[in-house]
C-alpha cells in the first residue's frame, strides 16, 4: 500500500472517529436556571413560572469577576412543559436545566396537586431528582429576585437550603425523589420548608429583602392542606430523629421573681410502638432525650433533688410539644406526617392490607401514648449559678 493511499484511508477514519461541532454551544449563549418557581392563575387556568439563570456572559469585565450574572425570566402555559418552553422564547438562548438546584412551588398550585409538576420535571433528563423543593406564600417574581445579603456567589439564600437544614432546627431539606416517594404510599405523608420574604424592622431604605425558612408546609399525598408554626416543626424534626440539636427556656418560679434555664437538647431515642387493642390501632412513643444546661439564672442550689426536678420539667415540655404536633396532625390536617401507618404496616401487614384503603378515616382516630424520660449529661460538671451565689453572700 502506497503512502498517498495510507493518508486517504487515515482521513476518512479521523472523519467518522472524530467529534464536530455541530451540537456545540458557546457558553454565552447558555443559560442556566438555578431556581425554578411555579404558580397556578386560577383566573386563567394557566401555570405561571419564573426562574432566576445564571448567564455565563463573555463580557466579564461588569459587575462580578467571574462574569456571572444573574436575573429572572418568567412564563406561562396551559401545562408546565408549555410553559417552560415559552421561557425558551423569552431568552432567545439555549436553555441548560443542568444546574438546577431548587423548585419552589406557591402555596395556589400546592393545593391544586403537583404530581403532574413533578411527573414533568422527573422526565427531563436535565433535572435531577436530588433537586429540593420548596414552599413559598410570596410572589415568586419578587423571591427569585432577593439577592443573598451576604455575598458568596450564589444567586439567592433559595440554593442554600440543604446547608440551611442541616444547621436549623426550623426546616427540612426536602428533594424532589423524597417528596415523590412519600406521594405515592399510604406509609408517610410529606412535607416541604417554607421560604419567606421579610424585612427587618427599622432597616434603611437600601436595605435588601431577606429570606427565611420557618416552618413546613403539610400535604396530603400531593396536595397541600396546612401548616406548621416554629414550634410545631421543631416537635415534628425533633420526634422524627432528624433533627436533635435544639434549645429552648424554661421559667421557675421562686419567691423573688421566675428564675430561667436554658437547655439544649444534645440526643434523642424515639421509639414507635404500634399495637392493636379491640381491633383497633394505636402507638406508643417513648422518647429517650439526654440535655445540656446552657443557661442556668435561678436561686435553687444545684443538687441531686434539683437536678432530678429540672428532668421532670423538660419532660413535661418535651411531651406537650409533641402530643401538640399529634393532636394538629390528626384532627387539624389529618396527615400522617410521622409515619404511623408505615410504622403499623410493618409490625401488623395482615390488618394495613385489609384497611389502608380507610387509613384516612383510621388515622385521626388511633389512640397516641407519648412517654418522655430526660436526662441531664454530665451532672458533675455542672456549678451553682452566680445568682445563687450572690443571694447566698
Known amino acids: 500500500m502506497n503512502r498517498s493511499l495510507r493518508v486517504i484511508i487515515m482521513v476518512y477514519i479521523a472523519v467518522f472517529i472524530l467529534t464536530g461541532c455541530k451540537d456545540m454551544k458557546e457558553v454565552d449563549r447558555i443559560t442556566f ?11 386563567n387556568s394557566r401555570i405561571k413560572i419564573c426562574t432566576q439563570v445564571s448567564t455565563l456572559s463573555a463580557q466579564s469585565g461588569g459587575e462580578s469577576p467571574s462574569g456571572t450574572k444573574y436575573s429572572v425570566l418568567e412564563g406561562e402555559g396551559k401545562t408546565l412543559k408549555e410553559a417552560m418552553d415559552n421561557i425558551i422564547d423569552h431568552a432567545q438562548q439555549y436553555i441548560s436545566w443542568k444546574q438546577l438546584i431548587a423548585v419552589v412551588f ?6 391544586r396537586g403537583i404530581i403532574r409538576e413533578l411527573d414533568v420535571l422527573s422526565r427531563n433528563e436535565q433535572i435531577h431528582l436530588n433537586s429540593y423543593l420548596i414552599i413559598t406564600t410570596d410572589s415568586l417574581r419578587d423571591l427569585l429576585g432577593t439577592s443573598p445579603v451576604i455575598e458568596t456567589g450564589l444567586p439567592t439564600a433559595i440554593v442554600g437550603v440543604g446547608l440551611i437544614s442541616e444547621q436549623s432546627t426550623h426546616s427540612k431539606a426536602v428533594t424532589m425523589k423524597d417528596f415523590i416517594a412519600a406521594s405515592l404510599n399510604n406509609e408517610i405523608e410529606p412535607v416541604l420548608p417554607q421560604i419567606a420574604i421579610y424585612r427587618k424592622e427599622n432597616a434603611q431604605k437600601d436595605a435588601k429583602n431577606e429570606l427565611d425558612y420557618r416552618g413546613l408546609g403539610v400535604f396530603k399525598q400531593d396536595r397541600l392542606v396546612g401548616w ?11 420526634v422524627s430523629g432528624i433533627q436533635n ?6 421559667l ?14 444534645h440526643t434523642t431515642k424515639t421509639k414507635y410502638i404500634p399495637y392493636i387493642k379491640n381491633n383497633e390501632p394505636g402507638m406508643l412513643l417513648t422518647i429517650s432525650a439526654e440535655y445540656d ?27 406537650k410539644q409533641v402530643e401538640a ?21 410493618r409490625k401488623y401487614p395482615k390488618y394495613w392490607q385489609e384497611n389502608k384503603e380507610h387509613w384516612p378515616e383510621i388515622f385521626p382516630e388511633i389512640d397516641v401514648i407519648v412517654e418522655v424520660e430526660a436526662k441531664l449529661r454530665d451532672t458533675g460538671e455542672l456549678t451553682n449559678s452566680f445568682k445563687y451565689q450572690q443571694d447566698k453572700d
Open 33 to 43: 436556571p438555578v431556581v425554578l418557581g411555579i404558580d397556578w392563575d386560577e383566573e
Open 106 to 111: 406557591t402555596d395556589k398550585m400546592a393545593k
Open 228 to 238: 406548621l408554626n416554629e414550634k410545631e416543626t421543631i416537635a415534628l424534626l425533633f
Open 245 to 250: 440539636q435544639g434549645s429552648f427556656t424554661l
Open 252 to 265: 421557675q418560679t421562686e419567691s423573688n421573681g421566675d428564675g430561667e434555664i436554658t437547655v439544649s437538647e
Open 293 to 319: 444546661i446552657y443557661s442556668y439564672i435561678t436561686t435553687h442550689k444545684i443538687d441531686i433533688a434539683e437536678v432530678d426536678k429540672i428532668n421532670n420539667m423538660v419532660a413535661t415540655h418535651i411531651k
Open 325 to 345: 404536633l399529634i393532636n394538629k396532625a390528626q384532627h387539624e390536617l389529618n396527615s400522617d406526617i410521622l409515619g404511623f401507618g408505615g410504622k403499623i404496616y
